[in-house]
C-alpha cells in the first residue's frame, strides 16, 4: 500500500510539473529575414503539428488580401492566387495542385500551414527562392542570405571576420572569449562551423544559430577588443594592448598620414534608425475589440509593419519596438524608444470610433529651456523638452494626411508612454472612414494612410539631415 | 502491468482533482456574490434646499467633442458631496438609452475626496473602468468630462486624479492615463482643441 501511495504521489507532482511548464514556456516563433523586412511569426501547436499563420507569415512580404467562406480561404499575394480548405492537405498554388504533409487549419479566421512545408510553399506562391533552415526555426527569402569568412592574420594575431553586408551585431566581451549575437541579420553558416587555431592569441571559433538568431563566438586566450572597418563589413577581434605605465611624454597627435590605413576605425559611423514605430498592445493584452474577431493589436501590428515599409521604400531607417504578437509594458517601449537614438517616435492605434485619423501629443507643458538643460528630468516629464518637436511632426504629419481626404485631427492627450519618451513622440489613432470597422484591416485603407505618414517623414528626414 | 490497487487510487485522484475544482469553483461564484455592489446604476438622490446651476460637459462620439448643458438642481452644501452629485449626474445622462457616450450598465462615482480646495481625489467604481470602452477617443472624452464637469462645481480645482474601486489604475481601458495626477488647466487647453 505505501509503494502505491509513493507512486500516486509523484504521479500528481509529474502532472504539476507538466501543467506549470506548459503554462511558463515561451512561446516558439519562427524569425523570417527577407529583404524588405526581418520579423518573426508565432506557432501554433495543433494535433502534434507545429503551424504558422499565413498572415502573419506574407503579409510582410508584399500585398496580401484574403477572402474567407466558410471552410474556404482565398489568398491573393502580389497578384498570385492560392485557395486552401480548412481539414484539407491539398491547396491550389497559382492554378497548381500542391498537397501539404498535414491538414491545412483554419482558426478564428486566420488560415494555418504546416510549418514544415514553408520551404515548399512559399517559393510556389511568392516565385522567390527559400531556405528554411528548421531545427533553428530560421526561414530565409529571396536573396537575404548573408556569408561570412574569417581569416586569422599574424603579427599581431587577429581574427578578421568579414561579411557579405555591413552588420552591427550585439558584442559580449568576456575575460576569453568574444561573443557576436547577430539578431536582425541574415547570417548563415560558412560551411566550416568549428574551427580550431593554433595560435597563441585565437584558440577556435564556432557558428550557432537559433530562432533569436545567429551567433559566433571565439574562444581566446587573452583578454581581447574589437573594432569594425569598411562600414560594418569587416570585425576584427584583437588582442587587448596594455598601456605602458609611466608615459614620459606625451603623445603626438594622431595624423591621417600617421594612420595605417589597413587598421579598422575603432569608431565607425554608424546608421541610427529615423523612426521607431510602437505597434501598440499585444500578447494578451488586445486593446479594442474593433469587430468580434478583430482584436486592435492585430490592426496595428500590420499598419506597422505596412509603415514600415514604405518608409524602407523611401531608404527611411526605421525600427519597430515589436515584430510579434507580443506585450510590452509601458515602460518598455518607452525605453526602446528612448535607447533607440532615433529621431521620432509614433504609437500606432486604431479604434471602431470616429472617423479619419487622429494625432496626438503629450499633454505635458513644454519645459523651460533651463529646465531642459537639465541633466535629469523625471521619468514621467521626460517628453517635456522634447515637446515642441512633437508638436512640430504632429503638425508635419497632419498636413501630410490631408491629401488622403480623410478627417485629420491633431490634438494633445494623457496617453501612455508618451509622458516618458525624450525623442518627439506622436501617437496615431487609425479610424474608419466611414461606418465600416473592417475597413481598418484593409491593405487598401492601410496603404493610404501609411503612404502619406511616410512621405512626410521622408521629408522630416531629409530636413534633419539638411540641418 | 499496472496493479488493480494503482488503478484505483490513480482514478481516485483523478476524480479528487475535478471534485476540488468543482468546489472552488462554487466557493469563487460565492465570493463574488457576498462582495459584488449592488447593481445601482448611477442614481442621483432628491435633494432639498433653493435650486442651482450646474454646468455637465456632455462627450459626444459621433463629433469627438465635449458639449456643455447647464442642469438645475438642489446642491449639497459641503464640496466634496458637491462635486459627487454632480458626478452621479453627469454618469445618469451617459447610462441613458440614447446617450451619444454610452458607459457600462453600471457605472458610478463612489466618493470625490477634497484633499485640499485645489487637489480632488475621484474614485470610481469598478464597473466605469471595466465596461468601459477602449481607444484613445473614448477614454479621453470620458476623463475630461469628468475633470470639466467637476471643475465648474469646484472653481478652486486645479488637479484631480483617480482611483478605481480606492486603488490606483494604470489606464482607464488600456490608453488613457489614470494613475497620474491631471492638470485642470491642461484638460481644458486640450478640451477646447476637442471643439
Do not use: C
Not at chain 1, 518607452?334 to 492605434?349: D, K, M, P, Q, R
Amino acid at each position: 500500500m505505501p509503494k502505491v501511495h509513493a507512486i500516486a504521489v509523484r504521479l500528481l507532482l509529474l502532472m504539476l510539473l507538466v501543467l506549470s511548464s506548459g503554462y511558463a514556456a515561451e512561446p516558439r516563433r519562427i524569425s523570417v529575414y527577407a529583404p524588405q523586412a526581418v520579423y518573426q511569426v508565432d506557432i501554433l501547436f495543433r494535433d502534434g503539428v507545429d503551424y504558422v499563420g499565413l498572415t502573419d507569415l506574407l503579409e510582410p512580404l508584399g500585398r496580401l488580401e484574403s477572402r474567407l467562406d466558410g471552410k474556404k480561404l482565398g489568398l491573393t499575394f502580389n497578384g498570385a492566387e492560392a485557395q486552401f480548405q480548412d481539414g484539407k492537405r491539398q491547396v491550389h498554388v497559382r492554378g497548381n495542385k500542391f498537397d501539404l504533409p498535414s491538414n491545412f487549419l483554419i482558426v478564428d479566421g486566420r488560415g494555418y500551414i504546416p510549418s514544415a512545408s514553408i520551404a515548399q510553399f512559399l517559393p510556389r506562391l511568392t516565385d522567390q527562392s527559400v531556405n528554411f533552415h528548421a531545427a533553428a526555426r530560421r526561414l530565409f527569402v529571396g536573396s537575404s542570405e548573408l556569408h561570412y569568412s574569417a581569416e586569422l592574420r599574424h603579427s599581431p594575431s587577429r581574427l578578421v571576420i568579414s561579411f557579405t553586408a555591413p552588420v552591427n551585431p550585439s558584442t559580449v566581451i568576456e575575460k576569453n572569449r568574444v561573443r557576436l549575437l547577430f539578431r536582425r541579420e541574415a547570417l548563415v553558416s560558412s560551411g566550416n562551423d568549428n574551427v580550431s587555431y593554433s595560435d597563441p592569441f585565437v584558440q577556435s571559433s564556432a557558428f550557432t544559430e537559433s530562432a533569436a538568431g545567429a551567433e559566433v563566438t571565439v574562444n581566446l586566450l587573452q583578454p581581447a577588443t574589437v573594432a569594425v572597418a569598411d562600414g560594418g563589413r569587416t570585425l576584427t577581434i584583437s588582442a587587448v594592448v596594455p598601456q605602458p605605465q609611466t608615459p614620459t611624454a606625451p603623445k603626438p597627435p594622431a595624423s591621417a598620414a600617421a594612420t595605417d590605413s589597413a587598421q579598422p576605425q575603432s569608431h565607425p559611423a554608424r546608421q541610427h534608425p529615423f523612426v521607431i514605430l510602437d505597434a501598440a498592445h499585444g500578447g494578451s493584452e488586445s486593446g479594442a475589440m474593433l469587430t468580434p474577431s478583430l482584436a486592435e493589436k492585430t490592426v496595428n501590428l500590420a499598419f506597422a509593419r505596412r509603415l514600415q515599409r514604405e518608409l524602407d521604400a523611401r531608404g527611411v531607417p526605421v525600427v519597430l519596438t515589436r515584430i510579434a504578437d507580443n506585450l510590452l509594458t509601458w515602460d518598455q517601449r518607452a525605453v526602446s524608444a528612448n535607447t533607440s537614438h532615433a529621431s521620432i517616435y509614433i504609437a500606432l492605434h486604431a479604434s471602431a470610433s470616429g472617423h479619419g485619423v487622429r494625432l496626438y501629443t503629450s499633454m505635458l507643458p513644454s519645459a523651460q529651456p533651463a529646465q531642459a538643460a537639465h541633466a535629469f528630468m523625471p521619468w514621467e516629464l521626460a517628453q517635456s523638452a522634447s515637446l515642441p518637436q512633437s508638436r512640430s511632426t504632429a503638425v508635419a504629419l497632419a498636413g501630410g494626411l490631408t491629401g488622403t481626404g480623410l478627417p485629420v485631427r491633431n490634438s494633445a492627450a494623457p496617453l501612455r508612454p508618451l509622458n516618458s519618451v525624450t525623442i518627439a513622440a506622436v501617437a496615431i489613432e487609425l479610424a474608419p472612414s466611414g461606418d465600416n470597422v473592417d475597413e481598418l484591416a484593409s491593405p487598401e485603407y492601410q496603404q493610404k494612410v501609411a503612404a502619406a505618414l511616410a512621405s512626410t517623414l521622408a521629408t522630416l528626414q531629409q530636413k534633419e539631415a539638411a540641418q | 502491468m499496472i496493479s488493480r490497487k494503482l488503478q484505483a487510487a490513480i482514478a481516485a485522484l483523478v476524480l479528487a482533482i475535478f471534485a476540488m475544482g468543482g468546489y472552488l469553483v462554487h466557493l469563487k461564484r460565492k465570493a463574488e456574490s457576498i462582495t459584488s455592489p449592488p447593481e445601482t446604476g448611477a442614481l442621483t438622490a432628491p435633494l432639498s434646499g433653493p435650486s442651482e446651476q450646474m454646468v455637465l460637459y456632455l462627450a459626444n462620439d459621433a463629433d469627438d467633442s465635449l458639449q456643455t448643458i447647464s442642469v438645475s438642481s438642489a446642491l449639497p452644501g459641503d464640496p466634496g458631496e458637491r462635486g459627487r452629485y454632480a458626478l452621479h449626474t453627469l454618469i445618469a445622462r451617459y447610462l441613458q438609452k440614447d446617450s451619444a457616450h454610452p458607459l457600462g450598465p453600471v457605472a458610478d462615482v463612489h466618493d470625490v475626496y477634497l484633499l485640499d480646495p485645489s487637489s480632488a481625489v475621484v474614485n470610481l467604481n469598478a464597473a466605469f473602468a471595466d465596461a468601459h470602452r477602449s481607444g484613445i477617443e473614448v477614454e479621453q472624452l470620458s476623463v475630461f468630462s469628468v475633470v470639466l464637469t467637476l471643475k465648474s462645481q469646484l472653481p478652486q480645482l486645479a488637479r484631480v486624479r483617480f482611483l478605481v474601486d480606492g486603488k490606483a489604475r494604470e489606464t482607464l481601458a488600456g490608453h488613457i492615463d489614470l494613475a497620474s495626477w491631471y492638470d485642470v488647466g491642461a484638460v481644458a487647453s486640450a478640451a477646447a482643441e476637442l471643439k
